[in-house]
Every structure is written in C-alpha cells, then in structure tokens.
C-alpha cells in the first residue's frame, strides 16, 4: 500500500499528487470484505466476544501469511446487540453498504434465523461459528452453513454420557422455552436418552431472563424417588443461577446441560455451586489440551490479553478459516463461487476438528467434548461421537 507522508508530497505537482492519492485509496480499498456481525453487548456478549476475537487472530495470520487471492481480507464488524430488528439493519448495511462477499457470524440460533432470510435473499454465503441448530440450512436456505456439530449430535453425546459415565437412568429436566437453541437442544435429549434407556421423570420450564427459580426446584425437590441427574437446557446468563438456587436448596445432584454453559459465567455466577456440572461443547481449551488446541491458546493470548474464554473462541478462528479457504477453492471473491467452495470443503482441519460437508448437508459431523466443573476448574471429562442420533 502506498503511503503518503509529508515528505513524499514534497515537489509533487497537483496532478501527479491526486493520481497519487487516488493510487492509494484504491489500493486500501482492494480488500475482500468478509462481514462479521456479533452480538457484542445484550444477553450473547459472553459468547460472541470471544468468538470475534478468535476471528481476528485468524484474519491477522491469514494476512500477515499474504492474504488470499493475493488480497488482504478485512473483517467488517458491527455489533447487533443480541437484537433482532439491530441484526436486520445490521445485514442492510453489510449487503448493501459494505458490498461483503460472504458473511460470519453469530453463536446462536436464534440470530441466525433473525440473518438468514436477507442473507439468503442476496445470495451470500454465510458461515456460522456457534449457532448449532441442525435446522437452519433447511429453514433458510442453501448459503447458510455451520462451522459447529448439530444440536442433536451434543444432546446425544449428553445423553449417552449421562447414561454410562453418571449412571443416569433417570432425569429431571429444565428447559428454557424462550430460544431455539434450548427448546431444540431439550428436545433432540429427550429422544437420545430415551433411546439409551432412560427415563424423564418430571419436565418443567422457565423463560431467558428469568431470576428466581423457586418454583422449578420445589417441583424437583418434591420427586420421590429423587431423579440421578438434572438436564438443564440453559444458555450462559441463567444457568450459573439455576445451579445456585439448587445447590442453596439442598439438591446436590449432577447437572448436565449443552455448550450454552461455555462461558466464565457458569463459574463466575456459580460458583461453587457450579461443582459436578457438564456440559458437552465443541473443545477442550485448558490446561492438558492437545498440542494443536495448545497453539491456538497461545496466539490468542497473545493476541487478546488473555486466554480463550471458551471454545467459541476457537469456532470465530475456525470459521474464518474455513471462509479463506473457500475463497481460495473459488478461485475469485465471488459470492456464488464462494458458496460453491464452501459446500465442497472437505477435510479442513481445525481447532474444533475437521470440517467436512457431505452432498447437500451444510452441518459438518464433528466429535464432541464433555467438559466437567472441578475444585472450581473446567476439566475435560469425555471426548465422543454419539452412537445414536436424532434425525434434524
């Protein structure tokens, strides 16, 4: 990129000074623009925020590598504030303004589906790190992919670790009913472990928001006999809640729930009655994990401030990843190409695993880790393909 400074004006007649400075705006402006929006503030910031720094680590390696295409690649980030109609206004402005050639985003489904039809309607190709409804290719359309396992792959891996690994032949569950993403991942549960031999013995709701659980838990302590475990469907602002008022009420019993739990607020929230809880997620990043996992906890250190918060991190990283790649596959910053690529990729190794689409299927199988609450520190309890799964 050419830079012009004070002393590189010197002598320069007017002309030759604008064709110069015209030189330079093209050349800044010769990126591939790959749009990001992420619900920084509101209800998935403890998600999202780690997701988007993942995703700039890898969009510095990638350039710092060349770029692609021989082109640096520019992320253009807005926050959507974990709201709807902002995240509607948001794909306006990527679409229309900022002319994206493909679009990354988001850790839930919920968001997703708020995206998907604009993103579909422009014919954008769109990569989502976290959301992990197996649905939404169906739901929206074929520009949406996923970077993550399906729901039904993670309730599955919990059901089956609940069955083997606790003991659990029966189960209390709590879902919350105001996503898709715990209404779903509630439901895919029932059907594996159901399947698996167990039994539900008391079902109760609440809603996203929620602060008093009084109600639920007076169900849950009324049980005779007490279930082996609780399934609580939750995402990360409530369940560090739940499992206060539960422990405070006397139930000690296992919980385990999806990779809504995956953020610091279980433990910060918590506490330590966050002790004996699960939760299945999309990698282990922690002390012990695999070398590939390790040098990923070391660039993003270094690149943020701090560890990785949780494994979304990681999906923001790979997602990017996956989104170059495409690029590169396509052979040209074109939407449609790009799409093309994305469908075909097979094989591309992760932090999270290896990303492969099958014909016609934009969710890639992945393994599962089971991630367990210890002396107050996440440790990696399981690693595991399901051996049954729903059908989306």
């Known amino acids: 990129m050419i830079k012009l400074t004070r002393r590189g004006t010197i002598g320069l007649g007017l002309g030759a000074f604008f064709a110069l400075a015209s030189a330079s705006t093209a050349l800044a402006a010769d990126t591939i623009k790959i749009g990001y929006p992420a619900n920084l503030t ?16 890898a969009a510095s390696e990638i350039n710092a590598a060349g770029g692609v295409l021989g082109q640096q690649i520019e992320l ?7 709201d709807s109609t902002t995240i509607s206004t948001v794909a306006s402005q990527l679409i229309d303004s900022d002319k994206v050639v493909g679009i990354i985003g988001f850790a839930d489904s919920d968001s ?13 190709p769109f990569i989502t790190p976290g959301a992990t409804s197996p649905k939404l290719p169906s739901q929206l359309g074929n520009e949406i992919f996923l970077a993550a396992f399906g729901d039904n792959v993670q309730a599955a891996v919990g059901a089956e670790f609940a069955l083997n690994k606790l003991n659990g032949k029966t189960a209390y569950l709590l879902t919350d009913i105001g996503t898709e993403y715990t209404t779903l991942l509630s439901d895919y549960f029932v059907t594996a472990y159901e399947h698996g031999g167990g039994k539900i013995l008391e079902r109760d709701t609440y809603k996203i928001g929620d602060k008093t659980f009084t109600a639920q838990i007076a169900k849950l302590k009324a049980l005779s006999p007490q279930p082996d475990f609780v399934y609580a469907s939750s995402n990360a602002e409530e369940i560090g809640l739940i499992l206060k008022q ?9 919980v385990v729930g999806g990779d809504g739990y995956d953020t610091p607020l279980l433990i910060q929230v918590g506490g330590d009655a966050a002790k004996d809880t699960y939760f299945t997620t999309h990698a282990y990043i922690g002390e012990g994990a695999t070398p590939k996992v390790q040098a990923f906890i070391d660039a993003y250190t270094k690149s943020a401030g701090n560890a990785p918060e949780n494994a979304f991190a990681a999906l923001g990283y790979d997602s990017v990843k996956l989104m170059a790649d495409a690029i590169k596959r396509a052979g040209a910053p074109d ?14 190794d992760g932090v999270t695993g290896t990303i492969t689409y099958r014909p016609g299927i934009s969710v890639p199988d992945k393994s599962v880790s089971v991630i367990g609450v210890k002396d107050g520190k996440l ?3 399981s690693e595991a393909a399901p051996t049954f799964v729903a059908e989306p």
Request: aromatic content about 2%.
């Open 42 to 57: 509101g209800i998935q910031a403890s998600l999202d925020g780690p997701m988007l720094n993942g995703a700039k680590l």
């Open 76 to 82: 253009v980030v807005y926050d959507s504030k974990s």
């Open 112 to 124: 997703v589906l708020a995206i998907g039809p604009q993103v579909q309607k422009a014919q954008i």
């Open 246 to 254: 539960m422990r405070q009420a006397g139930i000690n019993l296992p």
């Open 335 to 348: 939407p449609a190409k790009i799409r093309d690529a994305l469908a075909a990729t097979s094989g591309l």
């Open 379 to 381: 440790v990696l309890a």
